[in-house]
Nanobody, 115 residues
């Protein structure tokens, strides 16, 4: 399973870096998808990063503010969030396509942007 961490409370305009770690060896073989979800709302795809670190998809509202990277040898991915806005407040998750299709989700991390 894939677990996200690194969330917290940050002021508008601030930055956070989230991490995504896998508990098995499929990390390097997996497209990594970052999602976010607010209470009572549908989970939203933020970005999709292929095995080589190329971005397959990125949500328009985060373009120019969020960047993504991954280290396959360490089995960890990163979501660097800059110039955060209140509308970025959500629970953030990472996952691969296989787990998403099976409805299996790991730990998310809460990001709260507030002054």
């Amino acid at each position: 399973q894939f677990d996200a961490s690194g969330g917290g409370l940050v002021q508008p305009g601030g930055s956070l870096r989230l991490s995504c770690e896998a508990s098995n060896d499929v990390f390097s073989l997996s497209v990594i998808n970052w999602y976010r979800q607010a209470p009572g709302k549908q989970r939203e795809l933020v970005a999709s990063i292929d095995t080589g670190g190329m971005i397959n998809y990125i949500l328009d509202s985060v373009k120019g503010r969020f960047t993504f990277s991954r280290d396959n040898t360490k089995k960890i991915g990163y979501l660097q969030m800059n110039n955060l806005k209140s509308e970025d407040t959500d629970e953030y998750y990472c996952n691969n396509n296989s787990n998403v299709n099976r409805g299996s989700w790991g730990q998310g991390t809460q990001v709260t942007v507030a002054s």
